[in-house]
Nanobody, 123 residues
């Protein structure tokens, strides 16, 4: 398993932007899937985005599609989540996740997790 560390969270106003980073320690094979999840107090951990390390193919739920973009730097072993047009309902603790396989939107499919970074959106 790889080790993941998130950064970049903070306080933003509604409509603003924020970019999260996930630094990866360990080798990321081409078969890896990297994902972002978020969890607000009292709610279950929610899928936000995933990317295939080999092809860069991405997938998003309707809640963030068109506003969020997941990307990766293959040289620096870093995953990013660019968040634009932020809404109050986007406020949550954001987690980076990884799995060596072609996994999707379920948190149970991932076996490596970061510690999370807090995103707060104010009206």
């Amino acid at each position: 398993q790889v080790q993941l560390v998130e950064s970049g969270g903070g306080l933003v106003q509604a409509g603003g932007s924020l970019r999260l980073s996930c630094t990866v320690s360990g080798h990321i094979y081409n078969t890896y899937t990297m994902g972002w999840f978020r969890q607000a107090p009292g709610k279950e951990r929610e899928f936000v985005a995933r990317i295939r390390w080999s092809t860069g193919n991405t997938y998003y739920p309707d809640s963030v599609k068109g506003r969020f973009t997941i990307s990766r730097d293959n040289v620096k072993n870093t995953v990013f989540l660019q968040m634009n047009s932020l809404k109050p309902e986007d406020a949550a603790k954001y987690y980076c996740a990884a799995r060596n396989g072609w996994v999707g939107a379920s948190l149970y499919e991932y076996d490596s997790w970061g510690q999370g970074t807090q995103v707060t959106v104010s009206s």
